[in-house]
């Protein structure tokens, strides 16, 4: 069976500091790759999607980038956090192609001081 | 961008009453529809989805319907129990060639013993 690991679970940065989050997922090959932003309270918001190694799609300009090496890592960095990074960042994995559902990881709660 | 939105956000319901959650598209090109349930500090998990070339879809105590007409789509859930207490999102697939799933902010349901 498909799982995806997420971590940390969760993590205290101060302004400027870089950021590194990691997502592999285990049991599929080829999958579509996804990062979600969450804010307390709020919806998903898309920030990038790959559909292979090597291939970022970014939803949203922004001080985070994001990187997949491997065919099932999926990395989300900056290089210096804001406050406005603080959320709740939810890694996501479905089959290859169009219309499949998406499956989550745990999360990891970023609080950016 | 496009966006999906919701008509309420939150929704008490009394425990073995059915429960409606709606949900509004803006994308009528958007072929592909999942709702989420995600409860607190967790990612969401996938409960249903329907394609556009349908209106209805059942599942375990839960049924999905699509109005393309008026693009609405919404999620019942049959006898609520106190276990389906959470935040439930619609999603939509508003890529051509790729998954690119976007959310909606969000329904609290609560259940009143």
């Known amino acids: 069976s498909q799982t995806i690991h997420q971590w940390p679970a969760t993590l205290v940065q101060p302004v400027g500091s870089p950021l590194s989050l990691e997502c592999t997922v285990e049991?599929?090959?080829?999958?579509?790759l996804y990062w979600y932003r969450q804010a307390a309270g709020r919806g998903l918001q898309l920030l990038f999607y790959?559909?292979?190694?090597?291939?970022i799609s970014s939803e949203v300009p922004q001080n985070l980038s994001a990187s997949r090496p491997q065919d099932r890592q999926f990395i989300l960095s900056s290089k210096k956090l804001l406050l406005s990074d603080s959320g709740f960042y939810l890694c996501?994995?479905?089959?290859?192609?169009?219309?499949?559902?998406?499956?989550f990881g745990n999360g990891t709660r970023l609080t950016v001081t | 961008g496009e966006s999906v939105g919701l008509h309420l956000p939150t929704l008490s319901v009394q425990e073995g009453d059915n429960s409606i959650i709606n949900c509004a598209y803006s994308?009528?090109?958007?072929?592909?529809f999942i709702w989420y349930k995600q409860e607190s500090g967790k990612g969401p998990q996938f409960i249903i989805d329907?394609?556009?070339?349908?209106d209805k879809r059942q599942g375990q105590r839960v049924t999905v319907l699509l109005n393309k007409t008026v693009k609405h789509l919404s999620l019942q859930i049959a006898a609520t129990q106190p276990g389906d207490s959470a935040v439930y999102f619609c999603?939509?697939?508003?890529?051509?060639?790729?998954?690119?799933?976007?959310f909606g902010s969000g329904t609290r349901l609560s259940i009143r013993p």
């Open positions: 790959s559909v292979g190694i090597g291939q």
């Open positions: 994308n009528s090109a958007s072929d592909y």
């Open positions: 999603a939509e697939n508003i890529g051509s060639s790729a998954s690119k799933i976007i």
């Open positions: 329907i394609r556009s070339n349908m």
């Open positions: 049991g599929t090959s080829n999958p579509n």
């Open positions: 996501a994995w479905s089959v290859f192609g169009r219309n499949s559902p998406l499956h």
